[in-house]
């Protein structure tokens, strides 16, 4: 049975460490130290190389998920992880000073990537950030020339983490036609959809 790996980056407490917690079959292995910069503030742990977790498909397959640091000092690791990925999520913590600017950088440093696979993007803490409006986050993508599909999401939700990952496979099997990832149209779609 194949394997389809998928990664998830984005600002440190941009939640993905959580977004993985919330799909995988167990509790995703991470590698989450004590903060001790800035950030403690924020939060105890942060991901200082990578979050590893998965769920099977009925079908038998199995979905591999990734979450890289947030934290740009460790952005070494952003390549290693990248490798053999089918697609990433880009999460952008809406709480932040200046989230637009935090997508450009996301866009900026997995151009590459992006290009030869694709991404999507999912806006958190919306529902006590609702500022910048998706609008704004568009006009991002279009000044970086990229289409992707973008969406408010909410980590700790298991249902809005998968349809992340259904959009996702969307851009994946339309950038990839040739790909086959599932035997028809909709077998993954369904498939996420019964989880
Ligand atoms: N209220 C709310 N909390 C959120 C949301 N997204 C994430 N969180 C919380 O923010 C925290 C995010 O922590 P992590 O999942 O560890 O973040 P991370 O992206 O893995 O961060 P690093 O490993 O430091 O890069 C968790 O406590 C989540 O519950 C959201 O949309 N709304
Ligand atoms: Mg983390």
Redesign the pocket.
């Known amino acids: 049975m194949g394997e389809l790996k998928f990664i ?1 980056t ?10 993985i ?1 919330s799909i995988s079959d167990y509790p995703p292995i991470c590698t ?1 130290m004590l ?1 001790t910069d800035e ?1 403690q503030d924020i ?1 105890e ?3 200082v190389a990578m ?1 590893f977790g998965e769920f099977t498909l009925e079908s038998g397959e199995k979905i591999l998920l990734y ?5 740009e000092r460790f952005r070494h690791m952003w390549e290693i992880l990248v490798t053999g990925g089918l697609g990433l999520i880009i ?1 952008v ?1 809406n709480s932040r000073p200046n989230p637009l600017s935090d997508l450009t950088m996301y866009l900026t440093n997995f151009k590459d990537f992006i290009e030869r696979a694709g991404a999507v993007v999912a806006i ?5 950030h609702p500022d910048p409006s998706i609008d704004k986050f568009q006009d991002v993508l279009s000044d970086f020339g990229v289409v992707l599909p973008i969406m408010e ?4 939700k298991k249902e809005d983490v998968l349809m992340l990952l259904d959009m996702l496979m969307a851009v994946v099997e339309m950038n990839q036609p040739n790909m086959n990832i599932g035997d028809d149209d909709n077998e993954y779609h369904d498939a996420l959809l019964s989880l």
């Open positions: 998830f984005g600002t440190p407490g941009a939640g993905k460490t959580t977004a917690t989450d903060t950030l939060k742990g942060t991901t979050d979450g890289t640091p947030g934290q999460l913590d958190t803490r919306w529902e006590t999401a909410d980590p700790r």
